[in-house]
């Protein structure tokens, strides 16, 4: 008797189109079809049968980041699949939001844009079409500039990202570095917005400053630059896909990340060269033991060695990333090597 009224309850609660409906042999039950673990299975079907290998093989997380970003809630298995939200129905509008949702990612658009944040080193970042999706491997920049500051007791006063993006990296090593100031600069002005929202959000705003800016215009943002100068830190995470690389790509970074954010010529080198040039003439820039970081690319190391080295710059130490690739270069100022 208990259950029965529990199943009427349910069909009360629960009567809309979308229900299924099953015969016993004498009563009529309706199971509704917007319950949480009934629509995973069908989200999942759906994007597990993606030809694109890289949603196929998420698609099980995916479906969860998808329908906790609907339900707003927590997106592990244990939160969603709780005993608490098994009762949950998604209303019409949940439901076909979250369809628009699911068709957008089989058009192979990343699941960061769907969502609209990307989770970085400690924080949520916004992102957006406008610059690239913050990536785990960059990561592996934050954490060499907090061990060289540890090992070698070092004051990262003023810090200056060249192509900050979201601000995920300038962001993330302020809010490590106790009252140190930061400067981003972008050639995209959409992503400074994204910059300062996520610098409110984190409460950084009174430690940071965004400049829209171009490193191949140098005597501008020399300019600009003035106000702020000396920077004892300067990082980037340049673009540094070479043509051939970026063939290669998946849909869901080719087709809809900025190619401005990921393409650079001379085999990937390009940036890098122009901000070693800049950074060698305009060396008041910089303090006296100042340090340059930089994110590169599988393989790319010897290359953009002699590149710094070329503009006076000492190589001085080198982190690998999750998956023992080279990541991250750190040079120092070489104050012998300025006048050669
Ligand atoms: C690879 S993304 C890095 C974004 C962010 N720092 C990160 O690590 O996720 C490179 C950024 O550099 C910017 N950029 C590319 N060329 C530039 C230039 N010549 N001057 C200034 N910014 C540039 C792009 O707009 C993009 O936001």
């Given amino acids: 008797m208990k259950s029965l009224n529990i199943i009427k309850n349910f069909i009360r609660n629960n009567n809309n189109s979308n229900s299924i409906r099953f015969f016993s042999s004498n009563?009529?039950?309706?199971?509704?079809?917007?319950?949480?673990?009934?629509?995973?299975?069908?989200?999942?079907?759906?994007?597990?049968?993606?030809?694109?290998?890289?949603?196929?093989?998420?698609?099980?997380?995916?479906?969860?980041?998808l329908i906790s970003h609907v339900l707003d809630i927590d997106s592990s298995a244990i939160t969603l699949f709780s005993k608490k939200?098994?009762?949950?129905?998604?209303?019409?509008?949940?439901?076909?939001?979250?369809?628009?949702?699911?068709?957008r990612r089989l058009l192979?658009?990343?699941?960061?844009?769907?969502?609209?944040?990307?989770?970085?080193?400690?924080?949520?970042?916004?992102?957006?079409?406008?610059?690239?999706?913050?990536?785990?491997?960059s990561e592996?920049?934050?954490?060499?500039?907090?061990?060289?500051?540890?090992?070698?007791?070092?004051?990262?006063d003023r810090v200056l990202d060249l192509g900050t993006g979201t601000g995920c990296l300038l962001l993330s090593i302020l809010y490590e570095l106790d009252g140190s100031f930061g400067v981003g600069?972008?050639?995209?002005?959409?992503?400074?917005?994204?910059?300062?929202?996520?610098?409110?959000?984190?409460?950084?705003?009174?430690?940071?400053?965004?400049?829209?800016?171009?490193?191949?215009?140098?005597?501008?943002?020399?300019?600009?630059?003035?106000?702020?100068?000396?920077?004892?830190?300067?990082?980037?995470?340049p673009p540094y896909i070479s043509i051939d690389e970026y063939k290669e790509l998946n849909e869901t970074v080719k087709d809809w990340e900025p190619t401005t954010a990921l393409i650079a010529d001379e085999n990937g080198l390009k940036d890098y060269r122009n901000i070693g040039l800049l950074?060698?003439?305009?060396?008041?820039?910089?303090?006296?033991?100042?340090?340059?970081?930089?994110?590169i690319g599988k393989?790319?190391?010897?290359?953009?060695?002699?590149i710094m080295e070329s503009c006076?710059?000492?190589?001085?130490?080198?982190k690998k990333d999750l998956s023992s690739i080279i990541r991250c270069l750190v040079f120092t100022r070489n104050k012998e090597n300025e006048n050669k």
Avoid: M
């Fill in 27 to 65: 009563i009529n039950i309706v199971v509704n079809s917007r319950g949480i673990k009934y629509i995973y299975n069908e989200i999942n079907k759906k994007l597990k049968n993606s030809n694109n290998r890289q949603i196929s093989e998420g698609s099980e997380l995916e479906s969860r980041v």
């Fill in 85 to 103: 939200n098994q009762h949950r129905f998604l209303t019409n509008e949940e439901y076909s939001r979250l369809q628009e949702l699911v068709n």
């Fill in 108 to 137: 192979n658009e990343p699941i960061s844009y769907l969502i609209g944040y990307r989770y970085f080193w400690k924080h949520k970042f916004h992102c957006d079409r406008s610059t690239l999706i913050p990536r785990p491997d």
């Fill in 140 to 156: 592996t920049i934050v954490e060499k500039i907090l061990e060289e500051k540890n090992k070698n007791n070092l004051k990262f």
């Fill in 185 to 237: 600069i972008d050639k995209s002005k959409e992503s400074l917005l994204l910059a300062n929202k996520n610098a409110k959000e984190l409460e950084l705003k009174d430690r940071v400053c965004f400049l829209n800016s171009d490193w191949n215009h140098q005597e501008s943002l020399v300019k600009e630059l003035g106000q702020f100068k000396p920077f004892d830190l300067v990082i980037s995470n």
């Fill in 279 to 295: 950074l060698k003439n305009n060396k008041e820039l910089l303090s006296n033991n100042a340090q340059v970081v930089f994110e």
């Fill in 299 to 306: 393989g790319q190391e010897n290359d953009i060695i002699e």
């Fill in 312 to 318: 006076g710059f000492k190589f001085t130490d080198s």
